[in-house]
């Protein structure tokens, strides 16, 4: 028997970040929305703790106990009591360090199909819990839909959204590390004021309302200068977008991953199609979004 779990890519239509607390985290307002680019992740009884990997991004991706699957499943059998002999297999379409919560995903995808799996009658809370213990963006990954996220990003409040919203993802040629970008936030910001983050009212009223082009007027991204000055040629991605018609376009989380809001599907594919001509990434996605957290396929 097995259990497969669908999870899906966030982007973040706003993410404001304060100064560095003493643990080294950020105090974050980040406004969560899940897009449906997605992972799969399927649990089976197996000898011993095994993990595997598929898709475009397949090498990226470590097949140790550091991986965030193996470390949900370890979590949730330590918790219960349970000999964590499974095999987890990981269809992965969400780009590795791209800033789009990918390992992330697989964490909430393999605690939520081991917990199937095994049967441990955690509630909600409980499996909320072991997410915040894996990672600041696990927790959203198993609500999905839209959040805004406080704390470390790990306490959430669920969000109204009025309609679908439109992207188009453009994927880098190589990756960037989420604590090298808090990182250099925290040089670029050295001696200035950092305020506390708060979550932009216009912003979440656009969300409720469904509408793009109050949402494109909103975006905002704190960690975006850091994501440029570690990777200055995004900037060319972000503007061969705007040139394409993109409503916005902006980093995403810690990049480099950029994302552009369309004004529709239609829009979407030819913005796409600019970008892929422009030379200035390595693929395109298009992708809509709010769309649900892991779900048991199936179920
Ligand atoms: C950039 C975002 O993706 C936006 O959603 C998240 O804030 C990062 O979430 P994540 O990848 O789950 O990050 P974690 O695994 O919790 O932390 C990785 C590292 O990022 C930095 N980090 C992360 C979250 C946060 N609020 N402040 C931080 O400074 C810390 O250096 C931390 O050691
Ligand atoms: N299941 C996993 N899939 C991908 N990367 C993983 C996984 N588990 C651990 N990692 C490690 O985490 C690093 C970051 O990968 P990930 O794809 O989660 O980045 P990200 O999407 O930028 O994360 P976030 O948006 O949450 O900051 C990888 O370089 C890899 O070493």
């Not at 406004?31 to 992740?41: N, P, R, T």
Request: hydrophobic share 45%; with cysteine.
């Amino acid at each position: 028997m097995s259990v497969t779990v669908r999870v899906p890519a966030k982007v973040n239509v706003q993410l404001a970040v304060g100064a560095a607390r003493p643990d080294g985290f950020h105090d974050l307002a980040n406004v969560f929305l899940a897009v449906g680019l997605h992972d799969e992740v399927t649990v089976t009884p197996a000898e011993e703790l095994r993990v595997t990997c598929e898709g475009p991004d397949a090498a990226q991706v470590p097949l140790d106990r550091t991986n965030l699957a193996a470390r949900a499943a370890l979590a949730l059998a330590g918790r219960y009591g349970i000999e964590p002999a499974v095999h987890l297999h990981i269809a992965k379409d969400i780009p590795v360090a791209g800033g789009m919560a990918g390992g992330s995903a697989d964490g909430a995808g393999a605690l939520l199909a081991c917990d199937a799996l095994w049967g441990t009658g955690a509630s909600r809370e409980e499996l909320l819990d072991i997410c915040a213990e894996l990672g600041s963006d696990v927790p959203f990954s198993l609500v999905g839909g839209a959040a805004l996220g406080t704390g470390r990003g790990e306490k959430l409040r669920p969000l109204d959204v009025g309609g679908d919203f439109s992207w188009v993802f453009a994927m880098a040629e190589r990756g960037l590390s989420t604590p090298a970008v808090f990182r250099e936030f925290d040089r670029l910001t050295a001696g200035l004021d950092v305020p506390e983050p708060v979550a932009s009212e216009a912003l979440l009223d656009a969300l409720a309302k469904g509408d793009p082009e109050a949402l494109a007027a909103a975006v905002s991204n704190d960690l975006q200068p850091a994501a440029l000055s570690l990777f200055p040629e995004l900037a060319d991605t972000l503007a061969a977008g705007s040139a394409a018609g993109a409503l916005a376009g902006l980093v995403s989380g810690s990049g480099p991953t950029t994302a552009f809001l369309a004004r529709d599907p239609g829009s979407a594919a030819k913005i796409a199609d600019a970008l892929r001509a422009s030379g200035t990434c390595r693929a395109v996605r298009t992708a809509s979004g709010p769309v649900p957290g892991a779900t048991v396929m199936g179920a």
